[in-house]
């Protein structure tokens, strides 16, 4: 089979053969593979050298017919682990793709192996033709869930997966240290996710979740989540363990506890640290408030305590009678204009004073209590009066403008307000005043727009068995549009109980939780339940769909586009579509066209290499959310085949005089094979013959004693006068190989006496042997300086190797003018 070689735009090379030409013109088109590679360690050098870093990339072009199907490329690593060697970490698939690794070339893991990898592997449950598309599955509207979250689930915490699965992720409140606390849904399938069963426990030590009731941490009454803007998928949660206070990690991606944060630890008297409350971001650091109203703080970036905390306290200490670890902190937390807020409800029953509800202060640019709050202010008329929650209020344009909370004492809440400086401010008109004795308040979700602001809060007890109400601070008045108390009888008969809501800006959907434990969703401009809307966002980034380091790739964005939705179910006219930078600029808002498109072609790859494409739909329908179809949001770019690569280091072994790689697949049309790339290594130092030569004269005149096997005597020149004026000098040649490597297909080279070079003929040379070359010449004149040197290959050098040629060696044939010649 013919075979061509070729230099690719990379400086690597890619070979063809007869068998992979494009198929006959009209015949159907089938997928591909070509192969190429690339030398790393020095790009654009052909043959390789021993311990060269190779890339090795497969281009795949979807062409298989019909709908989305799966798609497997495989990988094996020609010579692995004697030839050439892989290089941990070094696979790379497009996104979307799902890599896996082999060390015996059969059984394929999701964990890299390592340097033990035989054969790697990339997989694609549904690829699409071309393959320059990304694709994310529609969250369906959020039905109550068809399992219970069980227990008493607080606030939940979205979290989209890399796989593009929406997950509602809470922890049971309250809840002592050894028992189960944490739940995830998936509310793209409304199945609890995968790693189950849930619940699950939650621990101190980083690593997997555990099972059963093997926790240590106790989980707080009103606790609130922070997401690590810097670490995606970690959350951090108020934590209680039976010796600190402080910040718990979870890694909602890998399933996985990642720590604890030790911040004060708990006991104390006259007050003790028993429980805390939080926690609130500010200015890249975390804040909570122990029972005994000492803020509490953590970096970040670092996971360190803040210099000098625990801070003094800001607020009046609850439930904070000492021997009570674990009693529960009654109140909430927030932030407004770059200060934090808490209240305390310092009841007669645990705490070390009775009092009624406050407001306290702390300045993180001070750590100190804020100015105009020297003492925390009160928020009820007395101790009988408790609180959960703390909550920002905002003026008419959007801006924080002081701090609330809701008390109540069995009767209607009764809400106070503070000015950020710490002066009286007038309570809005929430209507949380109005929906009845006994009715407990709870942190509201803020949902903020270009042009409304709005809280949301949860509300249940007395009368209520599980509400939200709506209002709006832009307008100063409930919600245009929204029930005064919107009730969900459709879920749990309404007995919702609900604890707190999470906005899914995607979806443009409150996401909810309540006492009851039953996941819900609530329609944000109406109330009602479930919300019938839908959503995705795709971020593409072409340049991540390929790894040969070549230029040239991408041509430019094409559209996004509706897949497996009947568009007579969408109300075109009330969704939307925004397509912004990864950092959240916004670049256009194109329509959504009655076609179900969005066009992408005025975008330029080139000014915003990566985009984010989101949709929000407005659902007249949600019939095409079924088990067997998964709508999707799917956004393409014009350019070539995605690639899949890995890389390997050349051995060592001079024994290696190449490595090669071909690529197997399988899609919708059939099996595939790539071409087959094979690079030559071409011996470095340590892989060649070392050869020497050595020219003497013989110092006697004797034919038999300078001839093969003779005596000699053998110098580098010949004593004066043995040659007379003219005469036969006899000469001896030895070549020597001190390499690593045979030497193949010596000759000897000698201009001023190619009878040595007949003589010597074509040899080859083992390692650590020499040959010896007898010869002589008549001189007509003396003296005579005789040079010699030797052209030689190594074994299993490349073909196309250039020989080599040793040093010369020279000897001289003197006469009574032999002092003024110089030998070497």
């Not at 054969?119 to 869930?145: D, E, I, K, Q, Y």
Request: glycine share 12%.
């Amino acid at each position: 089979m013919l075979t061509a070689l070729a230099l690719t735009a990379a400086g690597g090379v890619t070979t063809t053969s007869a068998a992979s030409k494009p198929a006959p013109e009209g015949a159907a088109a089938a997928s591909t593979l070509v192969k190429t590679a690339q030398n790393v360690t020095d790009p654009g050098r052909i043959p390789l050298d021993h311990g060269s870093t190779v890339n090795w990339a497969v281009s795949y072009a979807n062409s298989a017919p019909g709908a989305p199907a799966p798609a497997v490329v495989t990988d094996p690593i020609a010579g692995a682990g004697t030839a050439q060697t892989y290089v941990p970490g070094s696979l790379k698939v497009p996104p979307g793709w799902t890599p896996a690794w082999s060390t015996d070339g059969t059984t394929f893991v999701a964990d890299d192996p390592g340097s033990a990898t035989r054969a790697v592997r990339a997989s694609h449950p549904a690829a699409r033709p071309g393959g320059t598309a990304l694709a994310t599955n529609l969250l369906p509207p959020v039905r109550p869930t068809a399992q219970s979250t069980g227990g008493d689930g607080f606030t939940p915490v979205l979290h989209r997966t890399d796989s593009g699965d929406v997950e509602a992720w809470n922890m049971y409140h309250h809840t002592g240290p050894a028992a189960p606390q944490a739940v995830c849904s998936n509310l793209s399938t409304g199945q609890p996710c995968t790693g189950g069963p849930w619940p699950r426990p939650l621990n101190t030590t980083p690593g997997p979740l555990g099972s059963g009731n093997t926790g240590n941490i106790s989980s707080t009454l009103t606790p609130q989540y922070v997401l690590d803007p810097g670490r995606p998928g970690v959350l951090y949660y108020p934590a209680v363990t039976a010796a600190a206070l402080g910040v718990g990690c979870l890694d909602l991606g890998a399933r996985a506890n990642c720590g604890f944060f030790a911040l004060r630890a708990t006991g104390g008297t006259p007050s003790s640290a028993n429980g805390m409350a939080g926690l609130v971001a500010e200015a890249g650091n975390l804040y909570g408030v122990a029972s005994t109203g000492q803020v509490l703080c953590l970096e970040i970036a670092s996971r360190t305590p803040c210099a000098g905390q625990p801070y003094a306290p800001v607020v009046r200490p609850n439930h904070d009678l000492p021997g009570g670890t674990g009693s529960l902190y009654l109140g909430g937390m927030t932030t407004a204009g770059g200060k934090v807020f808490a209240s305390s409800s310092p009841q007669s029953s645990g705490s070390t004073l009775a009092a009624a509800p406050a407001l306290g202060c702390f300045d993180p640019a001070t750590a100190t209590i804020c100015a105009g709050w020297d003492t925390a202010h009160p928020a009820g008329p007395g101790a009988t009066h408790y609180t959960y929650n703390a909550f920002t209020s905002y003026t008419a344009s959007g801006a924080a403008g002081g701090v609330c909370t809701a008390a109540t004492n069995g009767g209607s809440p009764l809400t106070t307000c503070y000015g950020i400086d710490g002066a009286p401010l007038a309570a809005p008109a929430t209507g949380l005043g109005a929906v009845g004795n006994g009715v407990l308040v709870f942190n509201p979700e803020v949902v903020a727009t270009a042009t409304d602001t709005r809280s949301y809060f949860p509300v249940w007890g007395g009368p209520v068995p599980g509400a939200t109400l709506c209002y709006s601070w832009t307008t100063a008045q409930p919600c245009a549009g929204f029930p005064a108390t919107a009730t969900h009888p459709g879920v749990g008969g309404g007995a919702t109980r609900d604890y707190g809501y999470t906005y899914d800006a995607t979806t443009r959907c409150l996401i909810a939780l309540g006492d009851a434990g039953i996941l819900f969703s609530v329609d944000p401009g109406t109330g009602s339940t479930p919300c019938v809307h839908s959503g995705a966002a795709v971020t593409l980034k072409p340049s991540d769909f390929y790894c040969d380091g070549a230029s040239g790739h991408v041509q430019g964005y094409t559209e996004a586009r509706l897949e497996g939705l009947d568009l007579s179910h969408v109300n075109l006219a009330a969704s939307a579509a925004v397509v912004t930078d990864p950092d959240g600029t916004v670049l256009a808002t194109p329509a959504l066209t009655a076609a179900g498109t969005v066009d992408l072609s005025g975008i330029s790859a080139a000014d915003h290499p990566a985009i984010t494409v989101t949709v929000q739909l407005v659902l007249n329908s949600a019939a095409d959310f079924t088990a067997t179809n998964h709508p999707a949001l799917v956004a393409s770019y014009q350019g070539d085949a995605p690639q899949i690569c890995v890389r390997t280091v050349v051995a060592a072994d001079c024994a290696v005089t190449q490595v090669s790689d071909t690529a197997t697949a399988t899609d919708g049309s059939g099996a595939l094979t790539s071409n087959t790339v094979e690079l030559a290594v071409a011996p470095g130092a340590q892989c060649k013959p070392q050869v020497t030569v050595e020219k003497e004269i013989c110092t006697v005149s004797n034919p038999h004693a300078c001839g093969p096997g003779g005596a000699g005597p053998w110098a580098k020149k010949s004593p004066v006068g043995l040659l007379q004026l003219l005469g036969t000098a006899y000469w001896r040649i030895t070549v020597t190989n001190t390499g690593p490597v045979a030497a193949t297909g010596v000759t000897v080279n000698d201009p001023t006496t190619p009878s040595c070079r007949t003589a010597a003929g074509t040899f080859d040379l083992a390692v650590g042997s020499s040959r010896q070359v007898y010869c002589d010449s008549f001189l007509l004149a003396l003296p005579l300086k005789n040079t010699a040197s030797a052209t030689f290959s190594g074994l299993n050098a490349p073909p196309g190797t250039p020989p080599t040629t040793s040093a010369p060696s020279s000897a001289v044939a003197c006469s009574l003018l032999c002092i003024l010649t110089r030998e070497s």
